[in-house]
């Protein structure tokens, strides 16, 4: 899978837009970006998937360059409930089965 | 819908003690079952994954080792725990039947704490 890289940190206010952008310079033809969120003491829980340019939902929009080497994820707006650390991937999709490499993810702090 | 249910939720075990935690999904058939492990402050790492009844691949080399004795049903294991093995277990499944991309949703977690 494709190695990636992510801020370890970012700090944010209620309101705020925040985005984090993920760099994956040595993505393939195939592979997607998948972008999760774990909060403390659960499971990550996906948000978002994307190949190429934008995909919005009801949660986040995934922003992917014409280049596809870094991806950015947007929280629109962010809640001190959206304090968590997000998990930036890339793998092959379609394959039936995937092991999906978690790095250190971004640990976002919402503060009042 | 599917569910997936791991327990205990937390475990406080010494060393040298056994483990046997166990993972069941419910409402699909023929999942790719995953354990992962995550330490303080760390990202998650794969331990073992399955992609069928008797079928155990693992990642690592370890004190651990895993079962799947049902489609739905995963257990990890160990006969002798060491405190490096402290962390945070958490199990997922994946390849949901007619999905087009392989996420993985993931259970609540067993919080094992070896002293």
């Known amino acids: 899978l494709a190695k990636t890289t992510q801020p370890i940190s970012m700090d944010s206010y209620e309101g705020q837009e925040v985005n984090i952008t993920c760099s994956h310079n040595?993505?393939?033809?195939?592979?997607?970006i998948t972008w999760y969120q774990q909060f403390p003491s659960q499971g990550p829980r996906f948000i978002i998937q994307?190949?190429?340019t934008k995909v919005t939902n009801e949660v986040a929009s995934l922003f992917i360059p014409a280049d596809r080497k870094s991806s950015t994820l947007s929280l629109p707006r962010v809640s001190l409930s959206d304090t968590a650390v997000y998990y930036c991937?890339?793998?092959?999709?379609?394959?039936?089965?995937?092991?999906?490499?978690f790095g250190t993810g971004t640990r976002l702090l919402v503060s009042p | 819908s599917q569910t997936i249910h791991q327990w205990p939720a937390t475990l406080v075990q010494p060393v040298g003690s056994p483990l046997s935690l166990e993972c069941t999904v419910e409402?699909?058939?023929?999942?790719?079952l995953y354990w992962y492990r995550q330490a303080a402050g760390r990202g998650l790492q794969l331990l073992f994954y399955?992609?069928?009844?008797?079928?155990i691949s693992s990642e690592v080399p370890q004190n651990l080792s895993a079962s799947r004795p049902q489609d739905r049903q995963f257990i990890l294991s160990s006969k002798k725990l060491l405190l490096s093995d402290s962390g945070f277990y958490l199990c997922?499944?994946?390849?949901?039947?007619?999905?087009?991309?392989?996420?993985?949703?993931f259970g609540p977690g067993t919080r094992l704490t070896v002293l």
């Open positions: 399955s992609v069928g009844i008797g079928q």
């Open positions: 040595n993505i393939a033809t195939n592979d997607y």
């Open positions: 994307g190949y190429k």
């Open positions: 991937l890339v793998g092959p999709m379609n394959t039936g089965f995937q092991k999906l490499v």
């Open positions: 409402g699909t058939s023929n999942p790719n």
């Open positions: 997922a499944w994946g390849g949901a039947s007619g999905s087009v991309t392989d996420t993985q949703y």
